[in-house]
């Protein structure tokens, strides 16, 4: 062997048989419980982060945003009925009319039509449904509207053969009523001149 | 990384699921192969048990996948070696010099005798980081004689035939460089 090649083996020795310094493995297994201690610790925190919440924080965030737009919705029918308050008599404008019906059919019986329809001209507080519409409108309760020309000729038949009606317009009937009412004073008075000549006496 | 358990990494579906490894172990057989295999490139003992202890580190990130390697000790050589070629890479000349042999020379010897053991070291260190690369690659592995040509050549990437090429090479060009710095001298 050459003195070149005694001087390669002894440099290539010198590498093969270099030692690391004692407590090297205990080190790295140190290291190694570290690290893991570490991802142990990340994966709680991931865990109990976002990451896996993310999907439900998604879904909630949907959900409030959707609970947001309806309300928002809302408030702003609620502000439109407010600003325009002869909307809301158009829109329910049903409900009164319906109401005027039932007035109708109640009070008919006793009172000729002429007499009727200034009384269907009165506002009246009638029972409305039950609506945010019409609960949160200053308008509330709507003005009646006038009848038609058909709910007029429907009043007319209705109380055609009422009897006040019919004593108005037969003259034997209103000339024995007006005997009657004629008859009725003169008994009272002749009662009473009776009466005050007692007195007097 | 990926590069590096790409060769060795098998597919677990193609053969029977071996028992789990134990890092432990792996750590008391390899960690001082593992330590001369970097320190014959960086030179430098604090710096090679770094690159051990990342080592490890990696082979505890893909302990779920360690089943399927097929050849422990040479995917853990590469990862090593790799690991060791990264940290030269970002070291200086200057400090790769100054390291240079001072871990190396023996310890027993005289003052006298070791100056001059670390002179010579140092002379057939710097030649051989002179070399080719590949050569040098080459000749630093099969310095450690604990691996192989097939080993060396899956550590590298080579075929067998090719190691041993150039490690005749290797070995050729260094004794002319060395005999021809000795007759300088």
């Known amino acids: 062997m050459s003195d070149a090649e005694k001087k390669i083996a002894a440099a290539l020795a010198r590498l093969r048989e270099a030692e690391p310094s004692a407590g090297l493995e205990r080190r790295i297994l140190e290291g190694l419980a570290e690290r893991e201690r570490r991802v142990t610790v990340a994966r709680w925190y991931n865990w109990r982060g976002t990451r896996s919440w993310r999907p439900a924080i998604a879904l909630s965030l949907a959900c409030a945003l959707l609970l947001a737009a309806g309300v928002t919705s809302f408030l702003f029918e609620s502000g439109r009925i407010d600003s325009h308050p002869r909307t809301i008599s158009r829109q329910s404008a049903g409900a009164p009319q319906s109401a005027h019906h039932k007035i109708v059919s109640q009070v008919s019986p006793i009172q000729p039509p002429g007499v009727i329809l200034p009384v269907l001209r009165k506002p009246h507080h009638t029972p409305q449904p039950n609506t945010k519409d019409a609960a949160s409108g200053p308008g509330f309760p709507a003005p009646p509207l006038p009848l038609t020309e058909q709910e007029r000729l429907l009043l007319r038949l209705a109380h055609r053969n009422d009897p006040q009606v019919r004593t108005i317009l037969n003259p034997e009937q209103r000339a024995a009523e007006a005997a009657r009412a004629t008859e009725q004073f003169q008994q009272f008075f002749a009662i009473n001149a009776a009466e005050m000549r007692r007195q007097l006496e | ?185």
């Open chain 2, 1 to 185: 990384m990926a590069s590096i358990e790409g060769c060795s990494l098998a597919l677990s579906f193609m053969e029977d699921a071996p028992p789990a490894v134990d890092l432990t172990e792996l750590v008391g057989t390899y960690s001082t192969l593992l330590f001369r295999v970097a320190n014959s490139v960086l030179r430098s003992r604090t710096e090679a048990e770094d690159v051990v202890q990342e080592v490890f580190l990696r082979v505890w990130e893909h302990r779920k996948s360690l089943s399927a390697v097929r050849d422990m000790r040479v995917w853990l050589v590469r990862i090593a070696w790799n690991l060791a070629l990264d940290h030269k890479r970002r070291k200086r000349p200057a400090q790769l010099e100054q390291t240079f042999g001072n871990s190396l020379a023996s310890a027993c010897l005289p003052a006298d005798a070791a100056i001059e053991e670390d002179q010579r070291l140092r002379a057939v260190l710097g030649e051989i980081e002179r070399l080719p690369k590949a050569e040098r690659h080459v000749l630093l592995l099969s310095a450690l004689e604990e691996l192989g040509n097939s080993e060396i050549a899956a550590v590298l990437g080579r075929t067998e035939s090719a190691v041993r090429a150039l490690l005749f090479r290797a070995r050729a060009r260094l004794r002319e460089r060395v005999e021809k710095g000795s007759k300088f001298r």
